[in-house]
């Protein structure tokens, strides 16, 4: 058996990044940034941190984060709701998730209407 101390690093490091630039949402659903947890046996912690931008308002543009945390099967979470008007959102989400899971944060509905750019990271152990 693992003690704490090896099984759980004490820092998060960041695995993934929209950047400085962000990513302007799109009249699509694409996946904006992702991470796979080592699938080492153990669980895994994740921090997503997120910043939005709308600056024309949105007829679309939801944005979800999707992860497999232990005993829950896969998990779908709302971000941000589309058809938000103009100004900034923020949201932070932490969970555990399973070996060999991935993360992802995605464009869960086409933006058909109006500017937006999302800023994400997601920092792990």
């Known amino acids: 058996m693992a ?4 099984a759980y690093p004490s820092s998060l490091s960041l695995q993934a990044t929209t950047g400085l630039a962000g990513f302007a949402l799109q009249d699509a659903t694409p996946t ?3 991470w ?3 699938n080492d046996g153990n669980l895994h912690r994740f ?11 949105e007829t679309g543009g ?4 999707v992860c497999t945390p232990p ?14 008007g103009t100004g900034p959102a923020y949201n932070t989400q932490q ?12 464009q869960s509905s086409a933006l058909t209407g109006g ?11």
Do not use: K, M
């Open 3 to 6: 003690t704490i101390a090896s």
């Open 32 to 34: 904006i940034i992702s």
């Open 36 to 38: 796979t947890a080592p």
């Open 47 to 57: 921090i997503v941190i997120c910043s939005l931008d709308v600056s024309s308002a």
């Open 62 to 65: 939801a944005v979800s984060l």
């Open 71 to 84: 005993g829950v099967g896969v998990q779908t979470t709302s971000l941000y709701a589309g058809g938000l």
């Open 95 to 106: 969970r555990l998730v399973q070996p060999g899971t991935t993360v992802t944060v995605e």
């Open 115 to 125: 500017a937006a750019t999302v800023w994400a990271e997601i920092w792990a152990a």
